[in-house]
């Protein structure tokens, strides 16, 4: 289980694995009585964590994710942007802090609602850690220790008995 606000909405989210697959409750959904578990396009799961670990001009969370194989998915929302602000835009939102007149819309971060399709694969990073078997699962962590700007991803491999960590430099 990861918890982290996935939506945007201001209430704590979870994303949960459940034999071999990925599901995300929706907070806000769940606290209303409405709470249903969406599936996400990912299989034989072994663990999740949440974080920022790319960027994106609308800041929400991201999902890391550890399959059998020992890949490292990390899958963000429907409205991913990579590209990196201009000078143009950096100024005009600066100015638009000093004067109070950001709006949630100028910042273009909406709650949006979980769907299957409302999750994307943005990146993959192959054989990073080997799932063992019984109590030598493997452990997947996020941590800010690399100074890249972003959280970095932290993979403790069970079978080699060895830890990886995956960073991005913006």
Do not use: C
Not at 4 to 11: F, P, R
Not at 37 to 48: I, N, R, T
Not at 86 to 113: C, F, K, L, M, W
Request: hydrophobic share 40%; net charge negative.
């Amino acid at each position: 289980i990861a918890v982290g606000n996935l939506d945007a909405d201001l209430t704590p989210d979870l994303a949960v694995v459940a034999n071999g697959d990925l599901f995300v409750l929706s907070g806000k959904a769940a606290v209303e009585g409405q709470g249903s578990l969406v599936s996400l396009p990912a299989h034989d799961v072994k663990a999740v964590t949440v974080g920022e670990f790319l960027f994106d001009r609308t800041p929400q969370l991201q999902l890391a994710v550890l399959n059998s194989t020992g890949d490292i998915s990390i899958f963000a929302h429907q409205n991913f942007d990579p590209r990196l602000f201009t000078p143009r835009e950096i100024a005009a939102v600066r100015n638009a802090s000093r004067t109070h007149h950001a709006t949630i819309a100028e910042t273009g971060v909406q709650p949006e609602s979980f769907s299957e399709s409302s999750w994307t694969e943005i990146e993959r990073n192959s054989g990073v850690a080997m799932s063992g078997k019984g109590s030598q699962a493997p452990v997947l962590l996020r941590s800010r220790f690399s100074g890249a700007g972003g959280d970095d991803i932290i993979a403790f491999d069970s079978v080699r008995k060895a830890q990886t960590v995956i960073s991005h430099s913006e």
